[in-house]
């Protein structure tokens, strides 16, 4: 039996490497700001290689998004998991955050997410309003998080957690800003110890004592 070869050219790159060096580099300069030309010299592959492998720079920057929040969203899906205590959780969130995006190196300042495509060209919009939803559940997260602790007796039951989870979304997206602006690590940790005391304020009674 004669065994057939697969039709095309194999793949001259590791795939995964690729898309983390997409990854870097959408995060380095944003979607309007990075071309095709400058992925394919990143990557080192041709426009044939990356369409065939990706389809279309959109299709490639979703998957960058996926990529970002597999291997950096990792450490703060946990910490809302894992962590039972409300402020322990939050602390290691926020620290942690000051840590990312303020690390440099080989690794872009600041949030992937966070910091993409606030405003975008018409023909972009549909890149803006995913990136918008990726948003809209970490805050969510945060928010359902937060409802927990209510409902645990550790926040107040006055405690509006919707607009907490706002405030600390906030805090994170802006910690983002201000890492892309030159902002260390120790500036940030200042943003995320204001943060924590915010939400000491709204313990019950009982976890005050």
């Given at each position: 039996?004669?065994?057939?070869?697969?039709?095309?050219?194999?793949?001259?790159?590791?795939?995964?490497?690729?898309?983390?060096?997409?990854?870097?580099?959408?995060?380095e300069h944003g979607f309007e700001g990075t071309s095709i030309a400058d992925l394919t010299e990143a990557?080192?592959?041709?426009?044939?290689?990356?369409?065939?492998?990706?389809?279309?720079?959109?299709d490639l920057y979703h998957e960058t998004l996926q990529w970002y929040r597999s291997t950096f969203g990792g450490v703060?899906?946990?910490?809302?998991?894992?962590?039972?205590?409300?402020?322990?959780?939050?602390?290691?969130?926020?620290f942690n955050t000051a840590r990312h995006y303020a690390r440099g190196g080989d690794q872009p300042l600041g949030?992937?997410?966070?910091?993409?495509?606030?405003n975008c060209a018409s023909e972009n919009r549909a890149v803006g309003a995913y990136l918008a939803d990726l948003r809209l559940q970490g805050r969510t997260k945060l928010q359902r998080r937060l409802e927990r602790a209510v409902k645990e007796g550790q926040l107040r039951a006055d405690t509006d957690a919707t607009g907490l989870a706002r405030y600390l979304a906030a805090i994170i997206q802006?910690?983002?800003?201000?890492?892309?602006?030159?902002a260390t690590e120790e500036d940030l940790r200042g943003l995320a110890h204001i943060a924590v005391a915010e939400l000491k304020r709204h313990l019950s009674g009982a976890r005050e004592t």
């Open positions: 039996m004669i065994n057939k070869r697969p039709r095309g050219r194999p793949r001259a790159f590791d795939r995964d490497v690729a898309l983390a060096t997409a990854a870097r580099t959408f995060w990557m080192r592959i041709t426009p044939q290689s990356l369409y065939a492998a990706f389809h279309s720079k959109a703060r899906a946990e910490a809302l998991e894992e962590e039972p205590d409300v402020i322990a959780c939050f602390s290691r969130i926020l949030c992937m997410i966070a910091s993409a495509v606030l802006g910690m983002s800003v201000q890492a892309r602006d030159g």
